[in-house]
């Protein structure tokens, strides 16, 4: 049995939230964004990252979170689009 089935380590809900996201992730561009980076440099207030992946994802492009960075990203979509949503 693997670790991430083992009941005592209380962990198994978060393991698993983890693999999607790195699975998910794994499909994205190499380079990432942070919301608060881009804000700082918008001299804006950054949106909800939900905001943001639902207004990128309409428009077709990737989206997703990053495993190591709470206010990191991952889009293809093209810097000036990307600043639209902080507008």
């Not at 440099?41 to 309409?58: A, T």
């Amino acid at each position: 049995r693997t670790l991430l089935f083992e009941k005592r380590l209380k962990t198994k809900n978060e393991l698993w939230k983890l693999f999607y996201l790195l699975e998910e992730e794994a499909d994205g561009p190499a380079f990432f964004y942070t919301t608060d980076g881009l804000a700082s440099d918008l001299k804006k207030s950054p949106p909800k990252m939900e905001i943001i992946s639902e207004k990128l994802k309409s428009k077709g492009y990737f989206f997703s979170r990053t495993h190591f960075c709470k206010t990191g990203f991952k889009t293809n979509a093209p810097k000036n689009d990307i600043e639209k949503v902080f507008k």
